[in-house]
């Protein structure tokens, strides 16, 4: 008797054992299971939000260039408020459940309110064709810094871009970028991207991110007047006093841009008979404005736009953004940066 417990005993003690590592190999197996379930879910997501902020830039896109193809490639009243301020066409694109809006924070008046819309890339100042004291001037309105200051950046910008230490006179640059940590050459070559900012010497994060709004890399390098800001229209030259009246002109007579009731400029020989219409320039004011046209500095059109699409799948909190830039002129995307 004593024997056939002893058996039992060692059967149930054996069962039992048996059944643990049979417990830990079903759990180990279900987190495997859920552990692959929630991979293929993130993935899943994952390739719903590509399909999603794509479809919002290839549709704004075409809108762009419907727009553009409607109005013979000119930059009308129409093309303006459609393209920067439409909150009808540009706010609620979507694929399948999931949402998507294109839009961008205004400059002043507006008072830093999100606008649904595209950015136009030629109101900005081109780093690849600029000069010194233009950005120099860009400098200073932007950041508030004094001309010294403001000028040791904006040379150190270009002679990234420009070949040979002898380009900016009484610049050198090649000791900084050689004595760094992590040393690099200056690139010697035009900007590609915005990006290249980061690494000049001077620059950080925090003037990039206040700098960026106000310079771009795409077009000729001419400023389209129905866009340009204050601190660019005033760093390419023109006084204060002009730009009040350019813009007073253009946001027509609510006083905001890219509203209906706008005026655009069509010729750039005209701006300053334009602009006289409305409100009188003096003479200084009206030679400022042709000087500056005769340098080639000033265009009423524009062919490149951001498209800046935020997506949100449906029952998620989170949002993704992508940064694409336009060209109307070839009808197709030339840069992509998703984060």
């Known amino acids: 008797m004593r024997l056939a417990r002893s058996r039992r005993g060692m059967v149930l003690i054996f069962a039992l054992w048996v059944l643990g590592i049979l417990t830990i190999l079903a759990v180990s197996v279900a987190a495997?299971?859920?552990?692959?379930?929630?991979?293929?879910?993130?993935?899943?997501?994952?390739?719903?939000?590509?399909c999603l902020l794509e479809s919002a830039v290839k549709k704004t896109a075409g809108y762009i260039h419907g727009q553009m193809e409607t109005s013979g490639f000119e930059f009308t009243p129409a093309v303006k408020m459609n393209l920067l301020n439409n909150s009808n066409e540009l706010t609620n694109i979507t694929l399948g459940h999931d949402t998507a809006g294109v839009g961008y924070v205004a400059d002043a008046p507006a008072g830093g309110s999100l606008r649904w819309g595209v950015v136009d890339e030629e109101s900005k100042i081109n780093l690849n064709t600029t000069n010194s004291q233009i950005l120099a001037n860009l400098i200073m309105n932007v950041?508030?810094?004094?001309?010294?200051?403001s000028q040791k950046l904006a040379d150190a910008l270009l002679d990234w871009r420009l070949n040979g230490e002898s380009e900016i006179n009484g610049f050198y640059s090649e000791d900084y970028y050689s004595n760094l940590q992590h040393p690099y050459p200056k690139k010697s070559a035009a900007y590609e991207t915005l990006d290249e900012m980061l690494l000049v010497e001077g620059m950080d994060r925090k003037i990039y991110d206040k700098l960026i709004n106000y310079v771009t890399i795409y077009g000729s390098g001419a400023v389209n007047i129905n866009t340009a800001?204050?601190?660019?229209?005033?760093?390419?030259?023109?006084?204060?006093?002009?730009v009040d009246k350019i813009l007073t002109v253009r946001r027509g007579k609510d006083g905001t841009d890219a509203t209906g009731d706008d005026y655009v400029f069509s010729r750039t020989f005209e701006i300053a008979a334009d602009i006289n219409a409305v409100v009188p320039l003096t003479l200084d004011e009206a030679r400022a404005i042709d000087a500056v046209n005769m340098r080639g500095l000033l265009t009423t059109s524009s062919f490149y736009y951001t498209v800046?699409?935020?997506?949100?799948l449906a029952g998620h909190a989170n949002v993704q953004t992508v940064r694409a830039v336009y060209s109307a002129q070839d009808d197709r995307i030339i840069y992509w940066n998703e984060g």
Do not use: H
Request: glycine share 6%.
């Open 229 to 242: 800001p204050p601190q660019v229209l005033e760093a390419i030259g023109l006084p204060e006093t002009a």
């Open 308 to 312: 800046q699409a935020t997506g949100k």
């Open 143 to 149: 950041l508030s810094w004094n001309e010294e200051k």
């Open 32 to 50: 495997g299971i859920r552990e692959k379930i929630l991979l293929v879910k993130r993935l899943d997501e994952i390739s719903r939000m590509d």
